[in-house]
């Protein structure tokens, strides 16, 4: 009788010796090929040469000249970890097309099997460069990540541009990059050009610099000179989207002067804010020394009127000239674009970053007093009814960046998530409180932020602190437990937010029945966070707050309401039973839809509709009025 094998040996048997003939061994790089960045000179410059002219297709097409001073192993590396992204977040998967020759001739390269971002390549004798030419493919949906370029704007970011020699501090590696744009089109960034048509030459810099230089290009264009060292640039996507009004000018002008006279300094030779006002290229707040990549949707200057919108934004990112790339972090600082960050200290970098964007608006007028005083509200209430705190302190927040990269979480209430920027706010107000209480109202965080950022006017380089740096310059302000302080905000457990430096400087929070001017609203939204515990539009339920009245009645994100006491939904008939329910005894019932299943949920709720709102508590001029003052 004859043996009969397992299936799994059959295909084994079957199928190896056409494995065998079709595949062919692979080098295998031990960790240790890939050279560690050391501080000396690259031995040449780098040539880029990118046509951004493609812009139907989103395609940028690269070309790349690396010379190269010897034959042997070489590395050449994609950025992964990019400075303000606090993350590895370089897009390699949108690297395509990847081709390298030398002396004429193609030359094979190998990805690194453990890390993807390095390409390992054998340099043939007698070859003085490598010519490298790929592709970098923009999203064209959304799901495919940022939208870049579109047919009427773009955003070029160095990073997503180039590869970079393995072994060298990226400051020490000298490049010189070419770009061409559709014709008519204008450009800006925060590094130098000349233009030639459509063509830009940028000035040679190092690829430290360079990668800190994106570049912002469109067909619609107006410059606004803000002061003799700060432009603000604005693209969109349609003239109409260009036409501010004088005052709002006038509003930028100011946020750049009341920021100067705070800080004592500037960290840049010449600013950009790289302001895009468009609906189909991505979102996005980035910081850089010379410049900023700030993205809004249309209406920045249309619909002014109808409230501050986004307009935070540019505060922010300003604010990062001072904090965050010239002060920053020393475990933050990296020698080059391989080398892992760590974010302990981003309570600092985005959470003082925080304070003095809100604090700058106000001082401006790019947002009026009243409406900062409501987002300070809408801050407080947001992380006072977190429960996640509870059981997550705030400095491990500053390890989200690495361990979500800003997925969406089903429980931010009891998950936490980047809460060292508005909870950094609440710290530094604390701060703020103290000094003047402690030096009966002779200093305060004003005092910290000139001495600690504000000094080498006009350098662009990064000087790096530590907590003891930031304990130690406390100190010499006003002398105070400030590392027992700091240990207590940052490292411990706590059942409420730290509201301390608002109550201080004489303000509280209170809850009413008046909708917070921040919040959204309308017909078909409803935002109960503070009563029921949800917010829910027409396309379901998009927040619950553990262990909230919601929540106990078991319901979950991604249920669509679809009756309120027994008539059909709508964002103000679930406020209406709400606001019916006060100081009664019968529950709210809501018919719920969860894919093809219907349920009914009782919640047991009377206390009314609660929204957040800061409230005067002392006569006269306070704290945080002499904070919010223009300078």
């Known amino acids: 009788m004859k043996q009969m094998l397992p299936?799994?040996?059959?295909?084994?048997?079957?199928?190896?010796?056409?494995?065998?003939?079709?595949?062919?061994?692979?080098?295998?790089?031990?960790?240790?090929?890939?050279?560690?960045?050391?501080?000396?000179?690259?031995?040449?410059?780098?040539?880029?040469?990118?046509?951004?002219?493609?812009?139907?297709?989103?395609?940028?097409?690269?070309?790349?000249?690396?010379?190269?001073?010897?034959?042997?192993?070489?590395?050449?590396?994609?950025?992964?970890?990019?400075?303000?992204?606090?993350?590895?977040?370089?897009?390699?998967?949108?690297?395509?097309?990847?081709?390298?020759?030398?002396?004429g001739k193609r030359v094979p390269w190998t990805r690194d099997p453990m890390d993807v971002f390095a390409f390992h390549v054998e340099v043939p004798a007698g070859a003085k460069a490598l010519n490298l030419e790929f592709q970098f493919i923009s999203a064209t949906v959304p799901d495919q990540g940022r939208m870049v370029m579109t047919p009427n704007m773009l955003s070029l970011q160095w990073n997503s541009m180039s590869l970079y020699p393995a072994g060298y501090f990226t400051r020490r590696i000298p490049v010189q990059a070419t770009v061409k744009y559709p014709t008519g089109w204008s450009a800006a960034a925060g590094l130098p050009s000349k233009a030639t048509g459509s063509t830009y030459t940028y000035d040679k810099t190092t690829y430290e610099i360079l990668v800190d230089s994106p570049v912002l290009a469109g067909r619609y264009y107006k410059p606004f000179e803000l002061s003799p060292r700060v432009t603000l640039d604005v693209f969109a996507d349609s003239p109409e989207e260009l036409e501010a009004k004088p005052e709002q000018i006038e509003a930028h002008k100011r946020l750049v002067e009341q920021a100067v006279k705070t800080f004592g300094t500037q960290h840049y030779d010449h600013y950009h804010f790289l302001l895009s006002i468009s609906e189909e290229l991505g979102g996005i707040g980035l910081e850089h020394h010379r410049s900023s990549e700030d993205g809004v949707r249309p209406g920045y200057f249309t619909k002014w009127e109808e409230g501050s919108g986004s307009r935070n934004l540019l505060p922010h990112e300003y604010t990062h000239s001072w904090d965050g790339k010239f002060r920053r972090g020393a475990d933050l600082w990296t020698p080059d674009f391989r080398t892992p960050m760590r974010d302990s200290l981003l309570w600092v970098y985005e959470g003082q970053t925080q304070f003095w964007g809100y604090v700058f608006q106000a001082r401006s007028g790019l947002v009026s007093k009243e409406d900062t005083l409501e987002g300070y509200a809408a801050?407080?209430?947001?992380?006072?009814?977190?429960?996640?705190?509870?059981?997550?302190?705030?400095?491990?927040?500053?390890?989200?960046?690495?361990?979500?990269?800003?997925?969406?979480?089903?429980?931010?209430?009891?998950?936490?998530?980047?809460?060292?920027?508005?909870?950094?706010?609440?710290?530094?107000?604390?701060?703020?409180?103290?000094?003047?209480?402690?030096?009966?109202?002779?200093?305060?965080?004003?005092?910290?932020?000139?001495?600690?950022?504000?000094?080498?006017?006009?350098?662009?380089?990064?000087?790096?602190?530590?907590?003891?740096?930031?304990?130690?310059?406390?100190?010499?302000?006003?002398?105070?437990?400030?590392?027992?302080?700091?240990?207590?905000?940052?490292?411990?457990?706590?059942?409420?937010?730290?509201?301390?430096?608002?109550?201080?400087?004489?303000?509280?929070?209170?809850?009413?029945?008046?909708?917070?001017?921040?919040?959204?609203?309308?017909?078909?939204?409803?935002?109960?966070?503070?009563?029921?515990?949800?917010?829910?539009?027409?396309?379901?339920?998009?927040?619950?707050?553990?262990?909230?009245?919601?929540?106990?009645?078991?319901?979950?994100?991604?249920?669509?309401?679809?009756?309120?006491?027994?008539?059909?939904?709508?964002?103000?008939?679930?406020?209406?039973?709400?606001?019916?329910?006060?100081?009664?005894?019968?529950?709210?019932?809501?018919?719920l839809k969860s894919g093809d299943r219907f349920r009914e949920v009782s919640i047991d709720y009377h206390e009314g509709l609660r929204y957040p709102h800061l409230v005067k508590t002392v006569e006269g001029e306070a704290g945080l009025d002499k904070l919010l003052q223009p300078r």
Request: net charge negative; hydrophobic share 35%.
């Open 379 to 591: 801050i407080m209430a947001s992380l006072d009814n977190r429960p996640a705190r509870q059981w997550r302190p705030l400095v491990d927040t500053t390890n989200d960046p690495i361990i979500s990269s800003r997925r969406p979480k089903g429980w931010v209430s009891w998950q936490r998530s980047e809460d060292y920027y508005n909870e950094g706010l609440l710290v530094w107000m604390d701060v703020d409180s103290i000094l003047r209480e402690q030096s009966h109202g002779t200093k305060s965080i004003d005092d910290f932020a000139r001495s600690f950022f504000g000094y080498k006017d006009g350098d662009f380089g990064e000087v790096t602190y530590t907590l003891d740096d930031v304990i130690a310059e406390l100190n010499r302000i006003v002398p105070y437990d400030w590392k027992g302080f700091l240990d207590e905000r940052l490292n411990a457990v706590t059942e409420r937010a730290p509201l301390n430096g608002f109550t201080r400087n004489g303000y509280k929070l209170v809850y009413t029945d008046v909708p917070n001017k921040s919040g959204r609203g309308g017909r078909d939204l409803a935002d109960l966070t503070y009563s029921l515990g949800l917010t829910a539009g027409p396309r379901g339920i998009s927040n619950v707050t553990w262990d909230s009245p919601a929540f106990n009645a078991g319901m979950d994100l991604g249920d669509e309401i679809v009756a309120v006491n027994g008539m059909s939904y709508t964002g103000d008939r679930l406020k209406d039973a709400v606001k019916a329910a006060k100081g009664t005894k019968d529950p709210i019932k809501l018919l």
């Open 7 to 103: 299936i799994a040996a059959l295909l084994l048997a079957t199928t190896a010796p056409a494995l065998a003939q079709n595949s062919a061994p692979q080098p295998v790089w031990p960790v240790d090929t890939i050279p560690q960045a050391r501080d000396i000179d690259y031995p040449g410059t780098l040539q880029l040469d990118i046509d951004a002219t493609d812009t139907q297709r989103g395609i940028f097409n690269v070309k790349e000249t690396i010379p190269v001073a010897k034959s042997g192993h070489m590395v050449l590396l994609f950025p992964k970890w990019l400075p303000g992204a606090h993350t590895p977040r370089g897009e390699i998967e949108k690297l395509a097309g990847l081709q390298i020759r030398a002396n």
